[in-house]
């Protein structure tokens, strides 16, 4: 587990790096994660919508539809919370990652 909340620390430290520069590139924490939430979050995604093999195709999937932009809403917002609190919510993490690194040196 150390190793994937490294990876997404990384992750979302490379999203706030573009978000940081969102003057030139447009891009704010809010479209980062419009971007970035499909792909990081696709397990929440699918499993709130229900998209399985036995989706009926012939109906009206409207409901389904709903949901799933729901569930787009939900993740982005996630992802935003997570980029705009970055430091508060990982601080802890950071400190004894950096200090594990450190008794690795010693």
Sequence with gaps: IDNLLDYLCR???M????AA???E???TASAVAAC???LLLKPLMTGEC????????SGDNSAQL?????AANNAQA???ILLEEYDNIFEVFNILHVGYLVSLLI
């Design 15 to 18: 999203m706030q790096t573009v």
């Design 78 to 80: 996630i992802i935003t």
């Design 36 to 38: 970035m939430a499909p």
């Design 21 to 23: 520069h969102a003057t």
């Design 50 to 57: 229900g998209f399985e093999d036995e989706s009926d195709f």
């Design 11 to 13: 992750v979302l430290r």
């Design 66 to 70: 709903l949901a799933a932009a729901a």
């Design 25 to 27: 590139n447009r891009m």
